[in-house]
């Protein structure tokens, strides 16, 4: 390798070094992305949440689980006497509802049997909305700042990551107004509601912002939360977390994220790159081409052909073919050849399946050519046609 390469290659891993050094030592910055995964410990996780909600239900029986509301409440229905095994709230918050239609048509049977559902998102799947008769809408009034109430008590503030999103349309005689929220035009708007449907009940909640590690930890700001879930009083509490919110839903997205993995991607396809650039000379020789050798069985026995063909001993070949099928019957079928017969005809017509009439031609044929000193071209095409049609 010449030394100006080698030059070149080592200024390059320097260069390489120092980034990842000057990379490694710098403050890594707060991710603010609403994640709402009960792993995440970054301000809009719900880490504190999942840790905490256990003292928080008190008595009540908390169960996590990650698979849909459908595979996990259909195995708990009953066909016999088209009642649920288990009772209790089905809770879900998260940023935008991701609940697929066959999980939101379940959750809505589940709650008509006499249970509750608790959902907190700034979205609420199609199905609730024409189901539970609802609406919600986003106000396009900018704000810094919500305050949010249950009931017109206590207020208290949300500064981050707040949408302000809060239910336009629904049946008041039927639904009951249990949280509020204003912006700083001091403008109150209805964000936390109880609906009910057939024997159980909804309570649907806007800001799942409040429920974030960011909040939990600030000022007083968890008295809202245990404010909110104190509405859940069934036994029986069913968490759903999402396993999309705990998972990377790519490989390569996964090693985007971490710092350390993303560096060794980077610096692979830069090695990649030089390693490439400096190696594009062909090293190695042109290796010929070899041509295999040529099978001659056909050609030889064209020639062997061509030869009995010319000397014209017809009667020859036809001996040869009767010797060749003769010796063929016995060895593939096992049939004896000694006495051409009738019994000799069945047997090879059981074995082979082949037309009995076209086995008897061939017997007739061998017979009468085996009897002749002399036979002619026509007599070896009819014995060799006999043969193809027979097929054996």
């Known amino acids: 390798m010449p030394k100006s390469i080698k030059i070149y290659i080592f200024i390059l891993v320097l260069i390489l070094i120092g980034i990842i050094t000057l990379d490694a030592n710098k403050p890594k910055p707060v991710n603010w992305t609403p994640s709402f995964s009960a792993k995440d410990k970054i301000p809009f996780g719900l880490f504190v949440l999942n840790n905490e909600i256990d003292s928080l239900f008190g008595q009540q029986k908390l169960e996590r689980f990650g698979v849909t509301p459908y595979e996990f409440l259909d195995p708990k229905y009953s066909y016999e006497d088209s009642t649920y095994t288990t009772q209790g709230t089905v809770m879900y918050i998260d940023g935008s509802s991701n609940i697929d239609d066959e999980s939101a048509q379940e959750i809505l049977y589940f709650v008509s049997h006499g249970n509750t559902a608790f959902i907190s998102a700034t979205s609420f799947p199609l199905k609730f909305r024409d189901t539970l008769n609802f609406n919600y ?6 704000s810094d700042s919500l305050y949010l109430s249950v009931e017109k008590n206590k207020e208290f503030s949300y500064l981050k990551g707040t949408d302000n999103v809060y239910f ?37 909640h806007t800001q799942p912002v409040s429920f974030t590690n960011y909040y939990l930890l600030k000022k007083n700001n968890h008295e809202y939360v245990e404010q909110v879930l104190s509405y859940i009083d069934d036994e029986n509490v069913f968490w759903y977390l999402e396993d999309s919110r705990n998972q990377i839903k790519s490989k390569m997205g996964y090693i985007f994220s971490q710092p350390a993995l993303n560096w060794a991607w980077k610096i692979a396809i830069i090695s990649m790159i030089v390693f490439m650039f400096f190696n594009a000379k062909r090293k190695q020789r042109v290796i010929p081409i070899i041509e295999p050798l040529k099978n001659t069985t056909v050609d030889f026995t064209k020639t062997i052909g061509n030869l009995y063909y010319q000397e014209g001993n017809h009667q020859d070949i036809i001996n040869k073919k009767i010797k060749f099928f003769l010796e063929k019957v016995r060895n593939e079928y096992l049939v004896d050849t000694f006495d051409l017969n009738e019994t000799f005809v069945n047997r090879l017509h059981q074995k082979t399946g082949k037309s009995k009439t076209e086995i008897e031609n061939i017997v007739q044929l061998i017979k009468k050519y085996r009897n002749q000193l002399e036979s002619t071209e026509k007599d070896l095409i009819t014995f060799n046609n006999a043969l193809e049609t027979l097929n054996i």
């Open 137 to 142: 809408a986003y106000s396009n009034i900018f």
């Open 168 to 204: 336009t349309d629904f049946d008041s005689t039927k639904t009951k107004i249990l949280g509020h929220q204003r912006n700083g035009t001091k403008d109150s708007v209805v964000n936390f509601i109880r609906i009910p449907h057939v024997n159980g009940y909804f309570y649907l």
